[in-house]
């Protein structure tokens, strides 16, 4: 039935999704591919080689962190595990990756309101989703509740919203701040765009409001 099931990730936690598709991995008796990509838009946001290569190697740094984490807590439930790093768009590079492999599952995150129609446009998985032959479970997160109580956590999830609307972090400008119950992260893209992402504290919902365009 499912022999190989693929978890895409981007080093931001996504525990649910990883719970989901080793739960689904247990039960199959599957193989576990965890596959990180390196996004080329970062690489190319770098105006000088010596820039691209610290990127690179922080990314690659960041997805062996990443993937490793995942494979641990495959083996510790006795699933076989295969980590992968490659280059790429992040969408096209799954969709490629879950193709070339042969995977029968791809189980992904996001944070879509109602389905796949109601996806915010441009994000990864719903690129995954229109351009993939190989089923994609999703696993919503905007419905997984979690408190957000340190700047570090402010900065996470404020990159997991962005990444879901097709941007990649470049620049945190300042510090992360908190009003009440409501942090505040300004942040600046690789596309050259800047964003306030407004987040609840207590459930870790959040907004975003484009600066200056």
Do not use: C
């Amino acid at each position: 039935m499912y022999d190989r099931i693929l978890v895409p990730t981007d080093g931001t936690d996504q525990a649910p999704v990883v719970e989901q598709a080793l739960n689904v991995a247990e039960l199959a008796d599957a193989t576990v591919h965890v596959l990180y990509v390196v996004d080329e838009k970062a690489l190319d946001y770098q105006p000088s080689e010596s820039g691209r290569k610290e990127t690179r190697n922080a990314r690659r740094e960041e997805g062996q962190q990443a993937t490793d984490e995942i494979a641990d807590e495959a083996r510790d439930r006795g699933l076989e595990v295969v980590t992968t790093i490659e280059e790429g768009t992040p969408a096209e590079t799954i969709v490629g990756y879950a193709e070339d492999e042969k995977m029968d599952m791809v189980v992904m995150g996001t944070h879509g309101r109602s389905g796949v129609d109601r996806y915010v446009l441009g994000s990864v998985t719903e690129q995954v989703v229109r351009k993939s032959e190989v089923p994609v479970l999703t696993v919503n997160l905007a419905r997984q509740r979690r408190a957000v109580r340190d700047d570090e956590t402010a900065i996470e999830r404020a990159r997991q919203v962005l990444a879901d609307e097709g941007h990649e972090i470049a620049e945190i400008p300042e510090d992360p701040y908190r009003e009440s119950n409501t942090w505040l992260v300004r942040t600046e893209t690789t596309d050259g765009e800047t964003f306030n992402v407004h987040i609840d504290a207590a459930s870790g919902e959040a907004r975003l409001a484009r600066i200056g365009k």
